[in-house]
């Protein structure tokens, strides 16, 4: 059973720093692309940045590009999501998503999700 | 950035009814168009991926059409468990930013 487990939200100031991560354990985790997706209280969905599986194709959101960096460790099948500069405006449920596709330039859609692991930046 | 508009954004229907979502993107994204279903409190299940590719899974009573800039979600009889939130989304310019469309919630009339 495929199983996207994030962790590392919380309750952080504006302008500190926030690192999250993702657990994937079911499937051949280096063989498919990654993305993080958030989504703000009572609002849509929106992507915030994607990986390729091993890590050659990268791509961010223009609403966090130079804050935030994606990575993953295909040896500990765990994708992470390093957030700096933190806004009021990232305070958001972040879930983690596997692509169909291996990636690369290629995206092609979102088959599993994790629960989400809440980011709420307030002073 | 390619932007995707819904509508409606918000339908009213019982269940046994045919409904149909559109989506149009601002600019052509060939078929790399995907739709998503959303329960509260839940993630987002793909439903739709390449625009018509029904997600394995997935109910026949669901399916997507288009190409280009216009893009369609149907369900052919809606059923109660359908009573949800429906995203598109467009994959076609990655690794630039991918988007969501703002949403089609679907609600019991």
């Known amino acids: 059973e495929v199983q996207l487990v994030e962790s590392g939200g919380g309750l952080v100031q504006p302008g500190r720093s926030l690192r999250l991560s993702c657990a994937a354990s079911g499937f051949t985790f280096d063989d498919y692309a990654m993305h993080w997706v958030r989504q703000a209280p009572g609002k849509g969905l929106e992507w915030v940045s994607g990986?390729?599986?091993?890590?050659?194709?990268?791509g961010y959101a223009d609403s966090v590009k130079g804050r935030f960096t994606i990575s993953r460790d295909n040896a500990k099948n765990s994708l992470y999501l390093q957030m700096n500069s933190l806004r009021a405006e990232d305070t958001a449920l972040y879930y983690c998503a596997k692509d169909i596709s291996s990636g690369g330039d290629t995206a092609i859609g979102f088959d599993y999700w994790g629960q989400g692991t809440l980011v709420t930046v307030s002073s | 950035d390619i932007q995707l508009t819904q509508s409606p954004s918000f339908l009213s229907a019982s269940v046994g009814d045919r409904v149909t979502i559109t989506c149009r993107a601002s600019?052509?994204?060939?078929?790399?168009l995907a739709w998503y279903q959303q329960k509260p409190g839940k993630a987002p299940k793909l439903l739709i991926y390449?625009?018509?590719t029904l997600q394995s899974g997935v109910p026949s009573r669901f399916s997507g059409s288009g190409s280009g800039t216009e893009f369609t979600l149907t369900i052919s009889s809606l059923q109660p468990e359908d009573f949800a939130t429906y995203y598109c989304q467009q994959l076609n310019s990655y690794p630039r930013a991918l988007t969501f469309g703002g949403g089609t919630k679907v609600e019991i009339k």
């Open positions: 990986i390729s599986w091993n890590s050659g194709s990268i």
């Open positions: 390449a625009a018509s």
């Open positions: 600019q052509g994204i060939s078929s790399y």
